[in-house]
């Protein structure tokens, strides 16, 4: 089983910036991808930003330019960095982890969902 912590959502003004942070634990084997989606009112959810075990990084059309996503693997760890906040970037931010978990001396697949932090864009 995964467990996974986010922080550092918030009320932030337009213009402003917001680093989120997310950690998974448990009986993770390794992780081959780490990423961050979010969904507005009555809007799909989409990717932010994403991160493979190698290091190959995705970003979301809508915020291509204004963010950056990192890792620290020896925690198990993941950041987003979102620069020049619009209020259209008001969502729940949710941090997924794409993990080999082992069970009973097996390997498993497993995709694991945090549970969201709220960012807030408004003056």
């Known amino acids: 089983q995964v467990h996974i912590e986010e922080s550092g959502g918030g009320l932030v003004q337009p213009g402003g910036s917001l680093r989120l942070s997310c950690t998974a634990s448990g009986s993770i084997f390794s992780i081959y991808t780490m990423a961050w989606y979010r969904q507005a009112p009555g809007k799909q959810r989409e990717l932010v930003a994403g991160?493979?075990?190698?290091?190959?990084?995705t970003y979301g059309t809508a915020v291509k330019g204004r963010c950056t996503i990192s890792k620290d693997s020896a925690k198990n760890a993941v950041y987003l960095e979102l620069n020049t906040l619009r209020l259209e970037d008001t969502a729940v931010y949710y941090c997924?982890?794409?993990?080999?978990?082992?069970?009973?001396?097996?390997?498993?697949?497993?995709?694991?969902w945090g549970q969201g932090t709220q960012v807030t864009v408004s003056s």
């Open positions: 997924f982890v794409g993990a080999v978990v082992e069970r009973q001396h097996n390997h498993y697949e497993s995709d694991n």
């Open positions: 991160i493979s075990d190698g290091e190959r990084r």
